[in-house]
């Protein structure tokens, strides 16, 4: 089966909830920005049944460039990880 797409995802949405495909549409786009501000200020971001996006900083380590062998310091940095929740994964495996 191939990836669903977000106008597959939409569509889908609007079926199953009687709402206007426009409406889910402002929907997922709101969901999305609130993700990332609240992402970027709180350093969490929770679907219930889902999962959540978290910020983590990485400590500055030691790496290989694999081209040349050489060792190389790669710097600190903040990411964004999404961790599944439990919920989610028991229903997908």
Known sequence: M????KSQMVKTLAEKTSMSKKDVQTLLDTMVALAYKQVKTAGEFVVPGF???VKVK???????NP?????ITI???T???FRVAKA???AVL
């Open 75 to 77: 710097p600190a940095k």
């Open 2 to 5: 191939a990836k669903m797409t």
């Open 51 to 53: 999962g959540k996006l």
């Open 58 to 64: 990485r400590k500055a380590r030691q790496g290989r």
């Open 79 to 81: 990411v964004v990880k």
């Open 88 to 90: 989610a994964k028991d």
């Open 67 to 71: 081209a040349t062998g050489e060792t």
